[in-house]
């Protein structure tokens, strides 16, 4: 099922399993800004991630001795188990809590829980979990939006750019056919807050960041101007990808990335884990403003 809200600027709707957004749309213009998930392409508007981001070496974590098949991008993403627990005029909260069937692959007794608010030109995603169990508890989060790129039929993909607040000089991280981040670096951003798009850039797999100083970036174009701007003050690293072939690019907020190629599976030591002690309460949130 689908849910919307909508407010004088604009309308979003979040499909119930995965907890998905699927829609931004202009109530002025009826302009979308999400990618249409075409299944022939890339069939996820803006996936949910947690508790891992991104692969897993081997397919599994070790934890305790055990060893624990968590998911690529985690247990979120497409889960018909996730539903709807509040709805109010300006906002929609999912939540995903943990079963006999969650702890067989992810040792933790967690609760997730995800809000969508609209404010003014915004969406505001903000993500709670909490620890319910006796020990203490790793995870990572993060998110996968998808805007469609481009925006207007007179454009093509390589009329926009992504504009960094702060002046930039970072690598991507490689990544190896398997998903994993390898030890080779490629210098993307060197003494520049701007990043150009075009068919090529991701022929490698996604741009992964590690060490940016900006906790905002803005999709624009050289025809149109700005439009988009994510504000991820809370995430440290921060992925760009899009298939392809693709009419789209996602700008993705993390707080964890994906296992490294030397990886020792360990789930305590794995890079960007973040550790909840017994019954407490992690908050995290980012935006998404549509600027037209």
Same mark, same amino acid.
């Not at 004088?8 to 800004?33: M, N, P, R, Y």
């Given at each position: 099922?689908? @849910?919307?809200?909508?407010?004088?600027?604009?309308?979003?709707? $979040?499909?119930? #399993?995965?907890?998905?957004?699927?829609?931004?749309?202009?109530?002025? #213009?009826?302009?979308?800004?999400?990618?249409?998930?075409? %299944?022939?392409?890339?069939?996820? @508007?803006?996936?949910?991630?947690?508790?891992?981001?991104?692969?897993?070496?081997?397919?599994?974590?070790?934890?305790?001795?055990?060893?624990?098949?968590?998911?690529?991008?985690?247990?979120?993403?497409?889960?018909?188990?996730?539903?709807? /627990?509040?709805?109010?005029?300006?906002?929609?909260?999912? #939540?995903?809590?943990?079963?006999?069937?969650?702890?067989?692959? @992810?040792?933790?007794?967690?609760?997730?829980?995800? /809000?969508?608010?609209?404010?003014?030109?915004?969406?505001?995603?903000?993500?709670?979990?909490?620890?319910?169990?006796?020990?203490?508890?790793?995870?990572?989060?993060?998110?996968?939006?998808?805007?469609?790129?481009?925006?207007?039929?007179?454009?093509?993909?390589?009329?926009?750019?992504?504009?960094?607040?702060?002046?930039?000089?970072?690598?991507?991280?490689?990544? *190896?056919?398997?998903?994993?981040?390898?030890?080779?670096?490629? %210098?993307?951003?060197?003494?520049?807050?701007?990043?150009?798009?075009?068919?090529?850039?991701?022929?490698?797999?996604?741009?992964?960041?590690?060490?940016?100083?900006?906790?905002? $970036?803005?999709?624009?174009?050289?025809?149109?101007?700005?439009?988009? #701007?994510?504000?991820?003050?809370?995430? %440290?690293?921060?992925?760009?990808?899009?298939?392809?072939?693709?009419?789209?690019?996602?700008?993705?907020?993390?707080?964890?990335?994906?296992?490294?190629?030397?990886?020792?599976?360990?789930? *305590?030591?794995? *890079?960007?884990?973040?550790?909840?002690?017994?019954?407490?309460?992690?908050?995290?949130?980012?935006?998404?403003?549509?600027?037209?």
């Amino acid at each position: 099922m689908t @849910y919307s809200i909508q407010n004088h600027h604009l309308k979003i709707s $979040v499909q119930e #399993t995965g907890a998905e957004l699927c829609q931004i749309q202009s109530t002025v #213009t009826g302009k979308d800004f999400l990618w249409n998930a075409d %299944p022939a392409v890339w069939s996820s @508007y803006a996936p949910v991630l947690f508790p891992v981001i991104g692969a897993i070496k081997n397919g599994f974590v070790k934890y305790k001795g055990g060893e624990y098949a968590v998911p690529r991008h985690g247990m979120v993403r497409n889960n018909a188990n996730v539903k709807l /627990t509040n709805q109010a005029t300006d906002s929609l909260t999912f #939540t995903l809590k943990y079963s006999e069937e969650t702890l067989a692959i @992810y040792p933790f007794e967690f609760e997730f829980e995800i /809000t969508y608010r609209l404010d003014h030109k915004k969406v505001v995603i903000d993500h709670k979990v909490i620890n319910h169990g006796s020990e203490e508890m790793l995870f990572s989060l993060g998110g996968h939006p998808a805007f469609k790129c481009p925006l207007h039929e007179d454009e093509v993909y390589e009329d926009y750019y992504l504009e960094f607040e702060a002046i930039e000089n970072d690598s991507t991280w490689l990544l *190896e056919k398997n998903g994993l981040v390898g030890n080779a670096t490629k %210098p993307v951003l060197e003494h520049t807050n701007v990043l150009h798009l075009n068919s090529q850039l991701f022929d490698n797999d996604a741009l992964i960041f590690k060490h940016l100083i900006s906790k905002q $970036v803005s999709l624009r174009s050289t025809k149109s101007g700005q439009v988009i #701007t994510v504000s991820y003050k809370d995430f %440290p690293y921060l992925g760009i990808w899009a298939k392809p072939g693709g009419h789209f690019v996602c700008i993705e907020p993390w707080l964890g990335i994906a296992d490294s190629a030397d990886s020792d599976q360990n789930f *305590e030591t794995k *890079e960007g884990i973040l550790k909840l002690e017994a019954g407490g309460t992690f908050d995290a949130g980012f935006t998404i403003e549509i600027n037209e």
